[in-house]
């Protein structure tokens, strides 16, 4: 991947529970973001984390930063079934934004 | 705004021929990125444009790709002779300030398979 690594690959849970995905990184960053996307579709901006913050919310998005681990988190509470889509972290480094393999998510209703 | 478009949604092509993909980006928005995502590789950030100028073009695979810009609001992905490995979905994005501040936002992308 191009220095960003998400795990697990894949995850899967019941609808009601709590998923959490894990990105990694190598180089130094601007910010971090993580997309969304559909099968078949585009992605989508979800949320943006600073270099200078540790945490974001965003409705029943909860995102982590730990720059001395080179580390983030991306924790998705009352997971629906639409909720089932891949997710994947960018970091950001100046205008260059790459992306890592994704985390598959299926919330089985 | 329609958000970034992409042309076509689907390209079937045979192994030769020359291969045009567009991106109109969203209105004011000073950078656009073309990416490719194919099972193997994931997502691979191609080139970006900054005001219309190609800034990195190192992910670019070789020679038969090429990008071009002419104005604020339309860009073309060139492949020429395509090849079957070539066959993937090819995304375009667009973004206000780069990353640093704001968030990308994608096309549907283009799905090409080259026979």
């Known amino acids: 991947s191009q220095q960003g690594e998400e795990d697990p690959q894949a995850l899967s849970i019941q609808e009601g529970e709590n998923a959490t995905m894990n990105c990694s990184y190598k180089t130094s960053i601007n910010n971090l973001q993580w997309y969304r996307q559909n099968s078949g579709r585009g992605l989508v901006h979800l949320i943006l984390i600073r270099s200078n913050e540790r945490e974001k919310h965003s409705g029943r998005l909860r995102v982590t930063l730990d720059t001395s681990k080179k580390s983030s988190s991306l924790l998705i509470t009352a997971s629906r079934a639409a909720d089932t889509a891949s997710y994947f972290c960018a970091r950001i480094n100046n205008n260059d934004m790459r992306f890592g393999a994704g985390t598959r998510l299926t919330v089985k209703p | 705004d329609a958000g970034v478009i992409q042309s076509p949604r689907h390209e079937v092509t045979e192994m030769g021929q020359e291969v045009t993909l567009r991106c109109k980006p969203i209105s004011g928005h000073d950078y656009l990125f073309w990416y490719r995502q194919t099972m193997m590789r994931g997502l691979e950030l191609l080139i970006y444009f900054n005001n219309n100028v190609p800034i990195d073009d190192s992910g670019m695979p070789e020679d038969r790709f090429s990008a071009k810009m002419p104005n604020a609001s339309f860009s073309t992905l060139k492949i020429q002779p395509s090849e079957p490995r070539d066959s993937a979905v090819y995304f375009c994005?667009?973004?206000?300030?780069?990353?640093?501040?704001?968030?990308?936002?994608f096309g549907s992308g283009t799905r090409l398979t080259v026979v």
């Open positions: 994005a667009s973004s206000f300030f780069g990353g640093r501040g704001y968030g990308y936002t």
